[in-house]
């Protein structure tokens, strides 16, 4: 079996690289668009929470901030305080920021791997400002659609989290409380750990477009697209396959049918594969992303029929969602200030790292 599997990739490994040399124009508008995507959407919409985040746990302000939900939550979740804050903050900063936090957690040797895998499939979901400004806004011409989408998704995620942490053995945290840290240190350090994110998570997002542009290039998407489009998908048949791999693609979703909201939902909840990798990268082998994968499936069907209600909204778009709409310029303004940030965020990493072997 071992063997079989070395041979499978190589020859995987063997069919990528004449792509690369085959269809260089290809993956190179793939890697462009894909670096623009970030500097567009990822980048804005994560960074700044990221570092908000991971300093609220850094310095311990989340359990003073989120006292008044993290009570009531911790006894119907059977959770410490501290890991209910996890979970608030990962639901609402975006897919890498639980996996960030409880990787802080198991670093330090308060949580173990196993339950830190196990918090992965709650603390794992879209933030609102992608949600409502991309599924919502773009989509389907309504925030209020947005809205319904992101708390399908919340709600799904509240009902995972039911399922995993009061089944089994109690989570438990060791050690104390983290005590109240507001010194420039912190902030620093906490600027530092977002901007190493944000930089996994542009890496990840770039590295998998190229794959996405070679399964395109060799006729499998289109293929599976076939087999959505014969199963009843409708004018999203060839859009449903390139959103499983990256959630980003979600903003070429047509308002075609019923289904619409269902899939912008569920393929949200799912996240893509190239989150889930980049979880993985982020995470840096310290949260075990098995029980992750697994949850995933019945909390993408629970989004997909939470979100049925988006068509009855009053205020939701009528028209199409045109895919030929007018592209927004590579370098906007989003764009320019991304890149200002990561330029920061660089000599930030560089000026900590000479501190720390200092």
Same mark, same amino acid.
């Given at each position: 079996?071992?063997?079989?599997?070395?041979?499978?990739? %190589?020859?995987?490994?063997?069919?990528?690289?004449?792509?690369?040399?085959?269809?260089?124009?290809?993956?190179?508008?793939?890697?462009?668009?894909?670096?623009?995507?970030?500097?567009?959407?990822? /980048?804005?919409?994560?960074?700044?929470?990221?570092?908000?985040?991971?300093?609220?746990?850094?310095? !311990?302000?989340?359990?003073?901030?989120?006292?008044?939900?993290?009570?009531?939550?911790? =006894?119907?979740?059977?959770?410490?305080? &501290?890991?209910?804050?996890?979970?608030?903050?990962?639901?609402?900063?975006?897919?890498?920021?639980?996996?960030? *936090?409880?990787?802080?957690?198991?670093?330090?040797?308060?949580?173990?791997?196993?339950?830190?895998?196990?918090?992965?499939?709650?603390?794992?979901?879209? !933030?609102?400002?992608?949600?409502?400004?991309?599924?919502?806004?773009? $989509?389907?011409?309504?925030?209020?659609?947005?809205?319904?989408?992101?708390?399908?998704?919340?709600?799904? %995620?509240? +009902?995972?989290?039911?399922?995993?942490?009061?089944?089994?053995?109690?989570?438990?945290? %060791? !050690?104390?409380?983290?005590?109240? @840290?507001?010194?420039? @240190?912190?902030?620093? =350090?906490?600027?530092?750990?977002?901007?190493? +994110?944000?930089?996994?998570?542009?890496?990840?997002?770039?590295?998998?477009?190229?794959?996405?542009?070679?399964? &395109?290039?060799?006729?499998?998407?289109?293929? /599976? %697209?076939?087999?959505?489009?014969?199963?009843?998908?409708?004018?999203?048949?060839?859009?449903?396959?390139?959103?499983?791999?990256?959630?980003?693609?979600?903003?070429?979703?047509?308002?075609?049918?019923?289904?619409? #909201?269902?899939?912008?939902?569920?393929?949200?909840?799912?996240?893509?594969?190239?989150?889930?990798?980049?979880?993985?990268? $982020?995470?840096?082998? *310290? +949260?075990?992303?098995?029980?992750?994968?697994?949850?995933?499936?019945?909390?993408?069907?629970?989004?997909? $029929?939470? #979100?049925?209600?988006?068509?009855?909204?009053?205020?939701?778009?009528?028209?199409?969602?045109?895919?030929?709409?007018?592209?927004?310029?590579?370098?906007?303004?989003?764009?320019?200030?991304?890149?200002?940030?990561?330029?920061?965020?660089?000599?930030?990493?560089?000026?900590?790292?000479?501190?720390?072997?200092?």
């Amino acid at each position: 079996m071992g063997a079989a599997r070395k041979y499978l990739l %190589s020859g995987l490994l063997l069919c990528a690289a004449a792509g690369v040399i085959l269809c260089p124009a290809e993956l190179s508008a793939a890697v462009r668009n894909s670096v623009s995507g970030c500097l567009e959407v990822v /980048i804005p919409a994560l960074f700044a929470f990221t570092v908000i985040s991971i300093y609220m746990q850094r310095s !311990g302000l989340y359990l003073m901030a989120f006292a008044p939900l993290t009570k009531p939550l911790s =006894r119907l979740l059977r959770l410490p305080e &501290e890991l209910c804050a996890v979970y608030l903050l990962a639901n609402i900063g975006g897919y890498p920021v639980g996996a960030r *936090l409880l990787s802080e957690l198991v670093k330090s040797g308060r949580l173990s791997k196993k339950d830190a895998g196990r918090m992965l499939c709650c603390c794992y979901g879209s !933030g609102p400002s992608f949600v409502i400004g991309t599924a919502g806004t773009e $989509v389907f011409g309504s925030a209020a659609a947005g809205g319904v989408i992101y708390a399908a998704c919340l709600v799904s %995620s509240l +009902v995972v989290a039911l399922v995993v942490c009061r089944a089994g053995e109690r989570i438990t945290l %060791s !050690g104390g409380e983290n005590r109240l @840290d507001l010194s420039a @240190d912190c902030f620093v =350090r906490s600027v530092d750990s977002g901007a190493r +994110v944000m930089y996994t998570v542009c890496a990840m997002a770039t590295a998998f477009a190229a794959v996405t542009a070679l399964l &395109e290039r060799s006729g499998i998407t289109g293929l /599976i %697209s076939w087999l959505l489009e014969n199963a009843g998908f409708g004018g999203n048949a060839d859009r449903v396959f390139p959103a499983f791999l990256e959630v980003t693609r979600v903003r070429g979703m047509l308002l075609d049918g019923v289904l619409a #909201a269902p899939l912008c939902a569920g393929l949200l909840s799912f996240g893509g594969v190239c989150v889930i990798m980049q979880v993985m990268a $982020v995470s840096g082998g *310290l +949260v075990p992303v098995g029980g992750l994968l697994i949850s995933r499936i019945p909390a993408a069907l629970l989004s997909a $029929v939470l #979100a049925f209600p988006v068509k009855f909204l009053p205020d939701a778009a009528q028209e199409v969602y045109s895919a030929n709409a007018p592209a927004v310029e590579a370098f906007s303004v989003n764009a320019g200030l991304s890149v200002c940030v990561m330029i920061m965020a660089a000599i930030l990493i560089i000026s900590v790292s000479r501190m720390t072997s200092e």
